[in-house]
């Protein structure tokens, strides 16, 4: 079964903190992604990758930055916590398809950040 | 832009009441629709991969199917444990999230 898995379940920091999540996978995929998950927002994309050192804006990536430099870990990165980052994280990994239809993703159990 | 819809936001069943939810979709280039199920608190678990109108997918009391417009999960004399938030993101420039239906099953 695939795996991914998230370095912490919650977490609380301050305002102005910098802020790292960590998600590692082990089944070898290519892609990794991080998303946000709000109420009535749904799932948001904030960045993705499809190899090491490599990395694509999502839709919000305003406020945050990412990094990959092996290709089971994919690190978030809050460089100044604000109290609007306050949400749920979900990473996600799947395999690379070239040009064909696309492959699911599989989810870590997501991080609750709280930013006070 | 890509869009999803789901509905209803909310269903509440009785244990073995039968139901289906609805996910509508516009999507220029579909390369997939997925369902997914998620529990409070939990990241999202995938559930079935439709490709094409007219494909279908069962797993245990669900099932799955596609039109060129919109999916359905019928559930089939669901149980409490079938309760979660079914999600159904589809996959063109990459996936596109609704805002999910969250459904209670009481026993």
């Known amino acids: 079964d695939v795996k991914v898995t998230q370095s912490s379940r919650y977490l609380v920091k301050r305002t102005g903190e910098k802020v790292f999540l960590e998600c590692v996978q082990d089944?070898?995929?290519?892609?990794m992604f991080w998303y946000r998950q709000d109420p009535g927002l749904g799932l948001r994309l904030i960045y993705f990758s499809y190899d090491v050192k490599m990395k694509e804006k999502g839709d919000i990536p305003e406020g945050y930055s990412v990094s990959r430099e092996k290709k089971e870990r994919f690190s978030l990165i809050l460089e100044s916590a604000s109290t609007n980052q306050t949400s749920m994280y979900l990473c996600?990994?799947?395999?690379?398809?070239?040009?064909?239809?696309?492959?699911?993703?599989?989810f870590g159990p997501g991080t609750r950040l709280t930013v006070l | 832009e890509d869009q999803v819809t789901q509905s209803p936001e909310a269903l509440r069943l009785q244990e073995g009441e039968s139901s289906s939810l609805n996910c509508s979709y516009t999507?220029?280039?579909?390369?997939?629709l997925f369902w997914y199920r998620q529990d409070p608190g939990k990241g999202p678990e995938f559930l079935f991969t439709?490709?094409?109108a007219g494909e279908e997918k069962e797993k245990e009391r669900l099932k799955a199917t596609l039109t060129k417009k919109e999916s359905f999960l019928h559930i089939t004399a669901p149980k409490p444990e079938d309760s979660a938030t079914y999600l159904c993101p589809t996959s063109g420039s990459r996936l596109t999230f609704g805002e999910g239906t969250q459904l209670t099953v009481n026993p």
């Open positions: 439709l490709y094409s």
């Open positions: 996600a990994s799947s395999f690379l398809l070239a040009g064909g239809p696309e492959d699911e993703q599989f």
């Open positions: 999507v220029s280039g579909l390369r997939g």
């Open positions: 089944m070898d995929h290519e892609n």
